[in-house]
């Protein structure tokens, strides 16, 4: 069984920067893959990156290349996000997700094992 706790949310004006930060506790082995989601009001919840756990290999949707970095850090169980140069558009819970199968696609929500409660970010104009 995964924990996951997410936090660092909060206000930032836009063209500002945030880190979100998912602490993650129980068993996490080596093929997991860990990612970020994102659900703004009235919206799907979307993929915004993924990292997997064994060799660090990253994914990202196309609205947060080059703005967004995610990592992890296997010593401290946990995987951040951060998120520069945001905009009102980047409003929403974002959620931690663990996968436990490797061969799964990264920006499949269904695919995900384990969520955590999730964080807001709010960026105003």
């Known amino acids: 069984q995964v924990q996951l706790v997410e936090s660092g949310g909060g206000l930032v004006q836009s063209g500002g920067s945030l880190r979100v930060s998912c602490a993650a506790s129980g068993v996490i082995y080596a093929n997991y893959r860990m990612a970020w989601f994102r659900q703004a009001p009235g919206q799907a919840r979307e993929f915004v990156a993924s990292v997997t756990w064994r060799n660090n290999k990253k994914v990202y949707a196309d609205s947060v290349k080059g703005r967004f970095t995610i990592s992890r850090d296997a010593a401290e169980n946990t995987v951040l996000l951060q998120m520069n140069n945001l905009t009102p558009d980047d409003t929403a819970i974002y959620y931690c997700?663990?996968?436990?199968?490797?061969?799964?696609?990264?920006?499949?929500?269904?695919?995900?094992?384990?969520w955590g409660q999730g964080t807001q970010v709010t960026v105003s104009s």
């Open positions: 997700a663990a996968d436990v199968n490797p061969d799964s696609s990264p920006g499949v929500m269904g695919d995900y094992d384990y």
